[in-house]
């Protein structure tokens, strides 16, 4: 006999780094456990005040989206198990995986730093790799991470974190951040071009909208 369940298969969302120079994902951070609340916070970009007040309503381009979430990393079932990575360094590997995505490459650096010794004037700051928020199928975002704190709450017997939850906070870049022809422009474009047909699913009838005008807006 076959059990059948009807709960839906649960999406994790995830963090992508693609390579800058390869164009090819670097690696996926997928999230252990999802996020159970996310913030975002939408900044309106119009023009500025002092502009003609027939331009008022006219807008420079996206709103400059800040996206805020909490995830949490636990090696207890892992640990469990006796799985060999979880035993010898706790969730070190899955820390190091988020923090080095605001780090240098360190090969990148060593060049640099070698250079510098040899007396070249101009060094190249590196590029980190382009990062993505992917949060279900509507939402896959080129992000810049601008702030990350890490609450480590427990430890093995070699003081090895066991248990934590990082703080992220995300900036949107859109087509305005980003070079046309990168992935991630295009990307953001499909996003907007997504939202905008979401948008007009959400639109009420005709009928709802001249009660509306009838009852809420005055004659002019």
Known sequence: MIAFTLSPRLVKGAIVAIDPTTNRVDRTIVF???????????????????????????????????????????????????????????????????????????????????????????????????????????????????????????YDVNLNPIRAKVSLSLRVLNYDDLPWGQRGSKLFLTHHREKQNLAKQGQISLAEATTVFQVNIPNL
């Open 32 to 154: 252990q456990y999802n996020p159970e609340t996310l913030s975002r916070t939408l900044q309106v970009q119009a023009i500025e005040e002092s502009g003609a007040r027939s331009e008022v309503f006219r807008l420079k381009g996206a709103p400059t989206e800040t996206i805020r979430l909490e995830i949490e990393i636990d090696a207890t079932d892992r640990l469990a198990t006796g799985e060999n990575t979880a035993v010898n360094l706790g969730i070190y590997p899955q820390l190091a995986a988020l923090e080095t995505l605001i780090y240098p490459d360190v090969e990148r650096v060593s060049k640099n730093m070698e250079n510098a010794a040899k007396g070249v004037l101009e060094i190249i700051p590196t590029e980190a790799p382009m990062t993505l928020l992917v949060w279900g199928k509507k939402r896959v975002l080129p992000v810049r991470l601008t702030d990350f704190s890490i609450n480590e709450e427990a």
